[in-house]
């Protein structure tokens, strides 16, 4: 019998939204119609190129916006994964959805054809910063869809974004509470950042700046951990046994298969990437390019030291770069992890490049 190796999960991407977010730098481009048939051909040949022996822990849809996909197509999807790896009982299979591309017949057929987290993208609650925000929602269907959620998937998660030009602590707390109490066992919770080559950044866009971000931060940790609802990444926060299992994966520096344009996965020192454009991806498909050990590392160590809850190994790492970081209070070192302090959550570009190998 063959010995099943390490849990591994897939992250599928799909392409397309309904519109264009003026923050949005994610491979995605706004479609009123599409081909789902002329797509399979490429889903179909990533899916095969999984590893087979792999036992899939996790699924991932993200996009784009994946809830425009028909459920017909999701349960396609997870039916050849099914057939061709063993896949956990109690596998996480996460769909990002926004609520204008999604409603509640909709939610009940992707969770017939497999999906049991659905991932919402309100990313706020006031119809002035959603109309900023460049969201086609307004603040009630974006209640109303968090509400047919809950009655539709064992797991729900919501996305709010912060940091907003002239927000002020007193407004945000407003709107977190309001969060908070949708009662949802997770959240993820960014601050805005424009990004080059977007619509913000072309604007002259302007986020919070440095220091009232950093007061939002704390606010939000403060408010989140006082719900029970601690950061177990920097910005991911979640109830005990709540935590994206998915998202960990990438965090822990794990290994995930790559499905779909833009989709790029890593299976031990491989990097898998697609090309972003639907028609070159359906032309040549992946690229693979081999990593040093001393990449992967650095790679390892910029995604895990986000890990609040779970710290990242200081073994392998310069003794001196870790006295240092714990002498500046950014780091607090137990069992042999580090574990990054809010400060040096606040300082995690300075902390990253000061632990680098």
């Not at 019998?1 to 939204?17: A, D, R």
């Not at 509640?104 to 991932?119: H, I, P, T």
């Not at 779970?310 to 209070?329: C, H, N, Q």
């Amino acid at each position: 019998m063959k010995t099943l190796q390490k849990p591994f999960g897939i992250y599928i991407h799909w392409p397309y939204c309904l519109s264009k977010c003026p923050y949005c730098d994610f491979a995605s481009c706004p479609a009123a119609d599409f081909d789902e048939a002329a797509l399979w051909p490429g889903y179909e040949r990533d899916i095969r190129a999984l590893p087979e022996e792999r036992p899939i822990t996790s699924i991932f849809f993200g996009g784009g916006t994946p809830s425009l996909m028909s459920a017909s197509f999701c349960r396609r999807m997870l039916d050849l994964i099914r057939a061709r790896h063993p896949v956990a009982d109690d596998c996480e299979i996460t769909m990002e959805a926004n609520p204008d591309a999604i409603d509640m017949d909709k939610m009940v057929a992707f969770r017939e054809a497999g999906v049991n987290r659905l991932s919402i993208g309100v990313q706020s609650l006031l119809t002035t910063d959603l109309r900023f925000l460049g969201r086609r929602h307004g603040r009630d269907s974006a209640l109303a869809r968090v509400a047919e959620a809950v009655r539709a998937f064992p797991e729900v998660s919501m996305d709010l974004i912060y940091a907003r030009p002239h927000q002020t602590l007193a407004a945000w707390q407003i709107e977190l509470t309001e969060a908070l109490a949708l009662g949802l066992q997770h959240y993820s919770l960014y601050q805005l950042t424009i990004e080059e080559g977007t619509a913000f950044a072309r604007r002259g866009v302007q986020p919070a700046d440095e220091e009232m971000a950093a007061e939002l931060y704390r606010l939000t940790d403060r408010l989140m951990a006082a719900a029970g609802i601690p950061a177990y990444e920097v910005s991911n926060y979640a109830a005990p046994g709540h935590e994206c299992r998915h998202n960990l994966t990438y965090w822990r520096g794990e290994d995930y298969g790559a499905v779909g344009p833009a989709a790029h996965g890593r299976i031990g020192l491989w990097a898998v990437q697609h090309p972003a454009s639907v028609a070159e991806w359906l032309r040549v498909g992946a690229e693979r390019v081999k990593l040093t050990p001393v990449e992967k590392q650095e790679e390892q160590l910029i995604m895990g030291i986000r890990l609040r809850q779970e710290g990242y190994p200081s073994a392998g790492l310069s003794r001196e770069a870790v006295a240092d970081a714990i002498r500046r209070r950014w780091v607090d070192e137990r069992d042999g992890r580090l574990f990054p302090t809010l400060s040096g959550v606040l300082m995690l570009n300075q902390l990253t490049l000061l632990l680098m190998p």
